[in-house]
């Protein structure tokens, strides 16, 4: 089971951070990502980080957003700085075995949680 916390809202240029608490799943085995889903789009994943922890971002996160996990806390992180309301959504923590971009390939999820940056 994957939990989400964190900040929720924010404004134009500000920062938030998130996190994801797992219990129930040897987190260290995980690949671990972020995906966030914007009123009317596709679910897509911003932020990515496999068991030994390397990272990937989509072109919009680059730079801006820092993922990290701390497996003996068994937490996932989502730092987000320079946040613009494109970036309003709602964010997914997902955990699997193995790593891909696709949200369909993810097998446990955190609940969702709306993120609001205002102008």
């Known amino acids: 089971q994957l939990v989400e916390s964190g900040g929720v809202a924010a404004q134009s240029g500000g920062s938030l951070r998130r996190f994801c608490t797992a219990s129930?799943?040897?987190?260290?085995?995980?690949?671990l990502t972020w995906f966030r889903q914007a009123p009317g789009q596709e679910r897509e994943g911003g932020a990515g980080?496999?068991?030994?922890?390397?990272?990937i971002y989509s072109d919009s996160a680059r730079r801006r957003f820092t993922i990290s996990r701390d497996n003996v806390k068994t937490t996932l992180n989502l730092e987000m700085n320079s946040l613009t309301p494109e970036d309003t959504a709602t964010y997914y923590c997902?955990?699997?075995?193995?790593?891909?971009?696709?949200?369909?390939?993810?097998?446990?999820w955190g609940q969702g949680t709306q993120v609001t940056v205002s102008s």
């Open positions: 997902a955990a699997d075995r193995a790593c891909a971009w696709a949200p369909k390939l993810w097998n446990y």
């Open positions: 129930g799943l040897y987190l260290s085995r995980y690949c």
């Open positions: 980080i496999d068991s030994q922890g390397h990272t």
